[in-house]
């Protein structure tokens, strides 16, 4: 009892408190931002190392090993800088690990130069000059679904072929000929 009230006259009980307290508010964002992605879109700083997951991580790291360094007998301020040195190391990591999933992730997506020339079929119907329509179809075992458009109209259900791409989610097609397989 004697240790526990001169923990709370030399500050560590405080300090730890605090450090737990942040650790557990930045593990909470952490758990968000991977769970519920674009949620804090809005307090976005960025992409790299300023963006909510790797700020998360440092805080979470922070406060944690702070905690548990004051609780191995250490000063606040030696926990705080362990603290700050855990935190810099995790922070990084996550930050290197969201750029590795984030390409991976740009690998796997459709590729717009490959798609030329691939059938497709119409889900809402292309209403010709100017109106855009709807296309899916089958890519690396996944459906994917695009805006498109068409010289002439194209009614749903229809097979067509894609010979342009106009952004990253639309394409321009053309009925498909009896012949055309890809």
Known sequence: MSDWITSIFDGTLVAGGVFLIIGCVGALLLVISLLLGGIFD???????????TTLSAFAAIFGFASFAAIGAGTSPVVGAVIGLASGCVGGGLAWWMTRVFRTAESNSSTSTATIIGQQAFVILPLPGEGGMGEISFMRHGERVTMAARSAQPVLAGAEVRIVAVISDTSVMVEPARSGDRS
């Open 42 to 52: 809005a307090f976005e700083i960025g992409d790299g190392p300023l963006s909510l």
